[in-house]
């Protein structure tokens, strides 16, 4: 059974030989590991841990990043980002909103600078996929919602949808479209290669959704939709990525075509790896699932272990299941912990 297989069998709802494994991290965990293998390159370290997924989508080579004459960074649409270092890494955090004060449709035109995908290099995915040829693949960061408030903050997008409906429809719909630009060309990339799209929108909080089901509805379902659809159309199956306790909105998910959901906070409201088994199970796979809030940042290798197992027992009975940390690897997370969850052969 090739990795890939393993992971197409799971999706199936079939039981694999073993539960499906994914990597993702932060640029400190890699580098971690990547010395501790003795590794030059990620792939590598996936053969290392003998990983089944790879993610196609970094692989898009992108221009140099800029600075202004602050030194602040130019971040996604024209947004200003400084680095934030703590005692295990660092962040980009927003200084600036592109969109600041922006009150009408053309003030959003004018304050937006989005990327020119003419000057992206999408030929690096062809070579990623022949690179990773014998591994799920994981493509595209498609978003709705989480781009917009790249540009402009939670808060005012909240109260432009709430209040102002033709601003933030104008903000969701340029940045959106962008999105599928750039997805389109991922896609045709990838040749039909590419065995699932990420779409990646945090709709959740730890208790619950961010807003009620009448504005996701009316708002987001139409183009979370057709981004579905064009997953479809080159055969790859749709990934919804979405933190915290989208609970209640699973059933939505479902109706619009997802398939995968990520990545799964179990420690967040109504997210019990049981429940989530028990009422989807059949229909939905999960992926990600690791508890990276408490048990691998500050639990021992035996925890992490046990952590693994359990995830593997519950949402990985009979298929349905890819095993991975809740989100990328944070750099808080001892190594000897991330070593211990992938030994899943004696599971």
Not at 156 to 183: E, G, I, Q, S, V
Not at 236 to 262: N, Q, R, T
């Amino acid at each position: 059974m090739t990795r890939r297989d393993r992971v197409l069998l799971g999706l199936r709802h079939e039981q694999p030989d073993r539960t499906p494994v994914d990597f993702q991290a932060v640029p400190e965990i890699w580098q971690a590991v990547c010395r501790h293998f003795g590794a030059e390159d990620p792939k590598e370290v996936l053969d290392a841990l003998d990983i089944d997924v790879a993610w196609v989508d970094p692989e898009v080579s992108r221009e140099p990043r800029l600075t202004d004459d602050d030194g602040l960074l130019i971040g996604w649409g024209g947004s200003r980002l400084k680095k934030v270092y703590n005692e295990y890494g660092a962040y980009d955090e927003v200084v600036r909103y592109a969109t600041e004060g922006a009150t009408t449709p053309e003030e959003i035109d004018a304050a937006l600078t989005l990327p020119d995908l003419d000057r992206w290099d999408f030929g690096s995915v062809k070579r990623a996929c022949e690179k990773y040829s014998d591994r799920f693949l994981i493509g595209g960061f498609a978003s709705i919602f989480y781009y917009p408030t790249l540009v402009r903050s939670m808060e005012d997008l909240l109260t432009d949808m709430a209040l102002n409906p033709p601003l933030a429809r104008h903000l969701l719909k340029r940045c959106f479209d962008w999105h599928m630009d750039y997805h389109t060309r991922l896609l045709k990339a990838g040749n039909g290669r590419i065995d699932a799209m990420q779409l990646a929108d945090d709709f959740s909080s730890q208790l619950g959704p961010l807003i009620g089901m009448p504005m996701f509805r009316d708002y987001f379902r139409e183009p979370m939709c057709a981004y579905i659809e064009l997953a479809k159309s080159h055969g790859a199956v749709p990934f919804l990525h979405c933190c915290g306790s989208p609970y209640k909105f699973i059933a939505e998910f479902l109706d619009m075509g997802v398939k995968i959901l990520d990545p799964v906070q179990t420690r967040a409201r109504d997210m019990e790896p049981e429940r989530l088994k028990d009422e989807f199970g059949s229909r939905l796979a999960f992926h990600g699932g690791g508890e990276t809030q408490a048990i691998l940042p500050r639990g021992t290798a035996e925890d992490a272990r046990q952590n693994a197992r359990y995830l593997c027992k519950t949402l990985g009975a009979h298929g349905g299941y890819i095993l991975s940390s809740c989100h990328f690897w944070q750099a808080d997370v001892p190594l000897q912990n991330i070593l211990a969850f992938y030994e899943i052969r004696n599971r």
